[in-house]
Nanobody, 110 residues
Framework: VQLQASGGGLVQDGGSLRLSCAAS????????MNWYRQAPGKERELVAP?????RFTISRDNAKNTVYLQMNSLKPEDTAVYYC???????????????WGQGTQVTVSS
């Protein structure tokens, strides 16, 4: 199983980016997919729309095993490596496995 994150880059203050994370491999079902971020010198934290002041939205395409993070009105403090995280099952009724994507860099310039 692999989680492939993409869509990061350099954007100006107030700009937008959309990150994607696709899960591939022999997957029976996906329980959930989340986004985390880690800024330099800080701990990794969960990215949630509720803590972004409504600037970020998360959506999922179940048919493509893909989760998206739409980020609007970006600020320099949003600069971080963004990681996707998935909880899934390799066979129906089987145990849960969790995976991290490789991370994608988001840099917001002032």
């Amino acid at each position: 199983v692999q989680l492939q994150a993409s869509g990061g880059g350099l954007v100006q203050d107030g700009g937008s980016l959309r990150l994607s994370c696709a899960a591939s491999g022999s997957i029976a079902s996906i329980n959930f997919m989340n986004w985390y971020r880690q800024a330099p010198g800080k701990e990794r934290e969960l990215v949630a729309p509720s803590t972004s002041g409504g600037r970020f939205t998360i959506s999922r395409d179940n048919a493509k095993n893909t989760v998206y993070l739409q980020m609007n009105s970006l600020k320099p403090e949003d600069t971080a490596v963004y990681y996707c995280y998935a909880s899934l099952q390799l066979r129906l009724g089987g145990p849960e496995y969790t995976y991290w994507g490789q991370g994608t860099q988001v840099t917001v310039s002032s």
